[in-house]
């Protein structure tokens, strides 16, 4: 009697856990909640300087063939140091590719237009917030007008159901102390690192681990689609917490005629010896 | 004793229906009055996605601003101006018009660091520190258009107060009249009601310059169904001509 009494106990808990959807009272739960800031800055001003550091994605021959030359933010061949521009009469400047598209996209990047928030998966901004609620955890960046969303406490729908996009839909659970999070969901186009590829079905994980004190955070992200790639993509990175500071705004005034209000992507001053803001 | 196993096992099993049911209910999916009682809610939990009711009145407590003798209809004129020029260009919104969107802010709360992140592109999320109990020195804050905010319990109640705002970016105008300022004070409290399913949020702004007495409002947002996802930020865009003819005089026929 008392062995039924025990099960019967046993079974509710579960049942009830499993119900409200949330982890299990034994779950060690990360404090990944915070501000954090990229440890790899080493040749930051570039994307393309950054990317240098990450190993390269192996991917199979037909999807090799889909990436554009290598660039950087379409200003040149990564490492080029006075990339060309485009002067327009107004003073400002234009990227070559944005340029031979006949200037700048009506609903990309200009001031505050496209939303500001997270545009995909990878972190390119030095300043990344992270909180960590019971059903959803957040990622923003300093600036941002909204953020990618992971949810904690439902399953991953089936693909066909996902409107694709660069950041594409994430499910995260708690597991051994990290965060695990599973996104699928893409649009087609490059990951942010190593020249990776994505696809609507390309399967990102990423692992969120904390160092013992707290201080830093690591995120493994591994990219995997036998359609895409040979092996998948794996590389890793770092931050530390940034205790005393606070999230910076980003204001753009869009009724001045500046070069930085105007231009579709990031600007390079032609007299800037590196070509780095 | 067969008997008592049964009771027992009916009753189990009975534990176990209800046990199902009752989350679902909580979700709305049952719809209104569907059945019994939502579950008790942790009376801190405030994240979740909120929304202003949508007609633009109810959940809004917003009486008249009682100014201070030194602003003059002059000063109200030339804030009114700035901020149509800030709608007409979609600046940055910041506080407090940020809190008054009618599409939903997804709010989270950690243990040291909230955020109140809006749907939309023309208004930059909001962050409010809740591990430290000064605000940054002056001289190392860059100010902004929703100023630096620290946040404390005081029982069940989140009280959050912000200054350091911008003097000219985003929209100053304040609900009920008047304007921030650099000096403003807002003092906000975030208090769940009705089990968790409204969140109710009086703010009070301070600034002798602006305001005779301070200005108290109430907002109550209703929280959105559990399943509910942020939506693709709606976009203001400054460029478009289109849209620039809705703010330049009256209504004409736009062809």
Redesign the interface.
């Known amino acids: 009697?008392k062995k039924?009494?025990g099960a019967?106990a046993v079974?509710?808990a579960a049942?009830?856990a499993a119900?409200?959807?949330q982890q299990p009272a034994t779950t060690a739960i990360p404090?990944i909640?915070?501000?954090w800031n990229r440890l790899d800055t080493e040749g930051g001003g570039s994307y393309g300087g950054i990317d240098l550091l990450f190993p390269r994605a192996q991917l199979l021959p037909e999807v090799a063939a889909k990436l554009p030359p290598e660039q950087d933010q379409g200003l040149g061949n990564a490492g080029t140091i006075t990339p060309p521009v485009v002067r327009l009469p107004n003073g400002a400047y234009l990227t070559p590719a944005v340029a031979a598209a006949g200037g700048p996209s009506?609903?990309a990047g200009?001031?505050?237009?496209?939303?500001?928030?997270f545009g995909g998966v990878d972190i390119n901004s030095a300043g990344m917030?992270i909180?960590?609620?019971?059903?959803?955890v957040?990622i923003?960046r300093d600036?941002?007008?909204?953020?990618r969303?992971i949810?904690m406490?439902?399953k991953m729908p089936d693909v066909t159901r996902i409107t694709p996009s660069a950041a594409g839909y994430s499910v995260g659970r708690f597991e051994n102390g990290t965060l695990v999070v599973t996104t699928t969901g893409f649009a087609q186009g490059m990951t942010g690192f190593g020249r990776g590829w994505r696809e609507r079905e390309t399967q990102l994980t990423e692992v969120f681990k904390l160092s013992p004190d707290g201080k830093k955070l690591t995120i493994t992200y591994t990219w995997n689609d036998p359609k895409v790639y040979v092996k998948p993509h794996t590389y890793d990175i770092s931050f530390e917490r940034w205790?005393t500071g606070?999230?910076?705004?980003?204001?753009?005034?869009?009724?001045i005629d500046h070069p930085e209000n105007y231009t579709s992507t990031r600007l390079v001053e032609p007299d800037s010896p590196s070509g780095k803001k | 004793m067969k008997n008592t196993t049964r009771r027992l096992i009916r009753a189990a099993a009975a534990c176990i229906v209800a046990t199902a049911i009752v989350p679902v209910l909580a979700q709305g999916r049952g719809g209104r009055g569907a059945g019994a009682p939502a579950p008790a809610v942790d009376p801190k939990d405030l994240s979740g996605y909120w929304e202003l009711p949508p007609d633009g009145h109810d959940g809004r407590n917003i009486p008249r601003a009682s100014l201070a003798a030194g602003v003059t209809q002059q000063k109200l004129a030339q804030i009114s101006a700035h901020d149509a020029k800030g709608y007409r260009w979609c600046a940055n919104l910041g506080l407090p018009n940020l809190m008054m969107l009618t599409r939903p802010l997804d709010i989270r709360v950690s243990t040291d660091l909230m955020t109140i992140m809006p749907e939309y592109s023309a208004a930059q999320n909001r962050w409010i520190y809740l591990n430290r109990d000064k605000h940054i020195p002056a001289d190392e804050y860059e100010a902004g258009v929703n100023g630096d905010s620290i946040g404390h319990w005081e029982g069940n109640t989140l009280v959050v107060e912000t200054t350091m705002f911008h003097p000219d970016n985003g929209i100053l105008g304040i609900p009920g009249g008047g304007f921030r300022t650099p000096e403003s004070k807002l003092v906000e409290r975030f208090q769940l009601l009705k089990n968790g399913q409204v969140l109710q949020v009086i703010s009070t702004w301070t600034d002798p310059k602006v305001f005779r007495t301070p200005h108290t409002y109430e907002l109550r947002y209703a929280r959105l169904l559990r399943d509910y996802e942020a939506r693709p930020n709606a976009v203001g865009d400054p460029y478009d001509e289109e849209r620039a003819q809705l703010f330049a005089g009256p209504p004409k026929q736009t062809r």
């Open positions: 009697m039924l009494i019967i079974a509710l049942f009830g119900v409200d959807g404090n909640s915070g501000l009506p609903t200009h001031c505050n237009i496209g939303g500001g928030g917030e909180i960590a609620s019971r059903d959803e957040v923003a600036g941002a007008a909204g953020g969303r949810y406490d439902r205790e606070y999230v910076f705004e980003n204001y753009c005034d869009a009724s």
